[in-house]
């Protein structure tokens, strides 16, 4: 069975500083694939980054860092400087990989409240 | 391309009807996926589809609930004798066949059941 755990439900924090969401996840698959999504008011959920299991790499992107730690089974995701549209409600997901079929297994999300 | 269209947007509907909900994907992506979310939570796997055929059901989909996606292109899910327990957002994606790619989610459907 897979997990995915988001142990905070709700950040709020004042315009320009840094947030990160924490993403812990459990899965017997040797190979997998994260994923965070981004969900703002509107409801629909935006693609933000999918990594493999294989790459360990952190990676960032413009003002979002992602922190992938196999040992420690946590995948998490840092907003550099935030800004009030990054108000929305984030996240992390986990998928086998596998070719029949990769459905998603979503944690419980954790809303983000930016403050001008 | 605009992406996954998901119609209608908002039902309101009272306990005991029935309704049904369709979903656009992306026309080249040949898996389509139903979840739903209900309030402050992550969205559950309901059901998937390869082109036309269904491979894969959640225990979540309970005999009321049918979806069909008829020629592999737009897909139904119709929920029967609607209880207020099936209030929720219920969110269409698609992607590509193979191994991690990530999906493209509609804006949903939300239900209310009063």
């Known amino acids: ?116 | 391309d605009t992406g996954v269209s998901q119609d209608p947007r908002h039902k309101i509907t009272k306990r005991g009807q029935n309704v049904t909900f369709r979903c656009d994907p992306i026309s080249e992506h040949n898996r389509l996926y139903w979840y739903r979310q209900t309030l402050g939570q992550g969205p559950e796997f309901l059901t998937y589809f390869q082109n036309e055929a269904q491979l894969e059901k959640s225990r979540l989909l309970s005999d009321r609930f049918s979806a069909e996606r008829p020629k592999g292109s737009f897909s139904t899910l119709e929920i029967q004798r609607t209880e207020q327990g099936d209030s929720a957002m219920y969110l269409c994606a698609s992607s590509l066949t193979g191994r991690g790619y990530g999906y493209t989610f509609g804006s949903g459907t939300r239900l209310t059941v009063v």
């Open chain 1, 1 to 116: 069975a897979q997990k995915v755990t988001q142990a905070q439900t709700e950040i709020s924090v004042v315009e320009k500083e840094d947030v990160t969401l924490d993403c812990v996840y459990e899965t017997r698959d040797t190979t997998y694939y994260l994923f965070w999504y981004k969900q703002p008011p509107s409801g629909e959920l935006v693609f933000l980054i999918r990594r493999n299991s294989f790459d360990e790499q952190n990676e960032i992107s413009g003002r979002y860092s992602w922190n992938f730690q196999k040992s420690t089974s946590s995948f998490n995701f840092t907003i550099t400087a935030s800004q009030v549209v990054d108000s929305a409600v984030y996240f992390c997901a986990l998928s086998p990989d596998r070719a029949a079929g990769n459905k998603l297994t979503f944690g419980g999300g954790t809303r983000v409240l930016v403050k001008p």
